[in-house]
């Protein structure tokens, strides 16, 4: 496990302050020095315990006081292995302090001291009175009542409050690693449950393409026969009969039916590497032809905007599969609005000529006047991880893909929408030329 990871740790993210409050307050008790416990910086996170008066109400209360004052607790503190001992920066006083450490990197500093030991000289501290602005004589009031004690009992302390450091340190290592190791465990999880997902769309998927390529095949041959048999009675009757009208839309919606026939064989025969130029108006035909029914039968009326745009390389089959699944996504949305009929139950694609970072796109929208995107998925739609956590009937992998397939594309796929009143899915097809091999399909 690299060391990356673990960079911006903070004491807070393993300690509770609380518990090390209780800590901190024992030892200050237990051994008669002030403490305090800061984040690496030097930044208290704790209450004092056992500050003396003159740094709580003198030093402290000053700008350039408190300023020394942390500036002292990050040097003192910066130590990983020991405890440095040294006389604070904004009253003489001996401190000392250890990092606290997750993997060799501090995250926070235990300062203890405010004691004066034998080398305490009253006139050398008094000038740090004039140095932080303090009242000379309150300051050498204050001065009497700081703790006094040899410096080898203040070492014995020292060395207590290394052996907790380095207990707080490892605790707080071990805590991490679990914590990261958990966070792994998590992200294969989810990667293991994605690829499930994948892969059994894909079967699925390709069920359906064999089934509706065989059913399209079937059809093909009958409805040839219907064709040229509704030619050849309407060759034989007077051309201005009701006969003569009646085979005139047979042989009509007959066509329908083989167009349908041919779009639906299209779209189930896998094809590999397909990029070619393709007319993307004649696309979106194709799509919508295989979803008139539906569109009819849950009475969602269909509009086109469409600008005269030149033709792009795609990949088409794949370039349908998006399209299907933004109108499949569309037509859900607009079913939940509206069960039954409704004016406003409807669905437009556009397809327009724009320009993102001076290259030329084609923009084809999906645009439905449903539910609009959940504000809770929002933002994670193109997520593997979101699709894994939903637990619906639906794989919840169509965006996901669709979003995949963009990305293959050089192009984008992109939302807008707002609650309760509209969605619109933007995909971005490159207009430019386009090389096979550049899109490692
Ligand atoms: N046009 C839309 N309006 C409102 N919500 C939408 C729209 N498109 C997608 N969503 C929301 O985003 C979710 C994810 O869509 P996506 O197509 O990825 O998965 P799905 O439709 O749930 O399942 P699948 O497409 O795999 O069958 C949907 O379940 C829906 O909640
Ligand atoms: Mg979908």
């Not at 080898?152 to 020292?158: H, P």
């Not at 679990?178 to 294969?188: D, G, N, P, S, W």
């Not at 994670?380 to 619906?392: C, G, H, K, Q, V």
Request: hydrophobic share 35%.
């Amino acid at each position: 496990m690299g060391n990356e990871a673990f960079k911006e740790y903070k004491l807070t993210d393993v300690f509770d302050i609380n518990e090390l409050q209780k800590i901190q307050d024992a030892f200050s008790d237990a051994t008669g020095v002030a403490s305090i416990i800061t984040d690496k910086n030097g930044t208290p996170i704790t209450k004092a315990s056992g500050f003396s008066f003159l740094c709580e109400h003198l030093v402290r209360s000053t700008e350039e006081g408190l300023k020394r004052c942390i500036l002292s607790d990050s040097i003192i503190g910066m130590s990983e292995s020991e405890v440095t001992i040294r006389k604070c920066l904004s009253a003489g006083l001996i401190d000392a302090g250890i990092s606290i450490t997750v993997l060799g990197k501090p995250i926070g500093n235990w300062m203890i001291g405010q004691i004066a030991d034998e080398s305490f000289n009253e006139q050398e501290m008094l000038l740090y009175a004039n140095t932080i602005g303090v009242n000379k004589k309150e300051y050498q009031k204050a001065l009497h009542r700081v703790v006094h004690m040899p410096r080898s009992q203040f070492e014995k302390i020292c060395h207590f409050l290394y052996l907790n450091a380095k207990m707080l340190s490892q605790f707080a290592t071990n805590s991490i690693v679990q914590k990261e190791e958990i966070r792994l465990r998590e992200k294969a999880e989810k990667e293991i449950k994605i690829l499930g997902l994948k892969l059994s769309q894909q079967q699925r998927l390709k069920a359906i393409g064999t089934l509706a390529g065989g059913v399209a095949h079937e059809i093909n041959n009958p409805i040839n026969g219907i064709i040229n048999y509704s030619q050849l009675v309407l060759d034989m009757v007077d051309e201005n009969s009701k006969i003569s009208d009646y085979m005139k839309e047979i042989i009509i919606e007959s066509n329908r039916i083989s167009l349908i026939a041919k779009n639906l064989l299209e779209f189930s025969y896998v094809k590999k590497n397909e990029f070619k130029k393709e007319n993307i108006v004649q696309l979106i035909n194709n799509t919508k032809a295989m979803i008139n029914s539906v569109l009819l039968k849950n009475q969602i009326s269909f509009h086109t905007e469409i600008d005269e745009v030149s033709e792009v390389t795609c990949h088409q089959q794949k370039i349908q599969q998006v399209l299907m699944n933004l109108l499949t996504n569309a037509i859900e949305t607009l079913n939940k609005k509206y069960p039954g009929y409704h004016e406003n139950k409807k669905l437009i694609i556009s397809c327009r000529n724009i320009e993102l970072d001076d290259n030329a796109f084609i923009r084809v929208t999906v645009e439905d006047h449903g539910m609009g995107i959940d504000e809770k998925i929002r933002g994670e739609l193109f997520s593997p991880f979101s699709a894994a956590n939903r637990t619906d009937k639906s794989a919840g992998l169509g965006l996901l893909m669709s979003y995949a397939i963009m990305k293959e594309h050089k192009g984008d796929l992109s939302y807008e929408t707002k609650t309760g009143e509209y969605t619109r899915f933007h995909m971005d097809i490159p207009a430019g030329e386009i090389n096979n091999k550049e899109r490692n399909v």
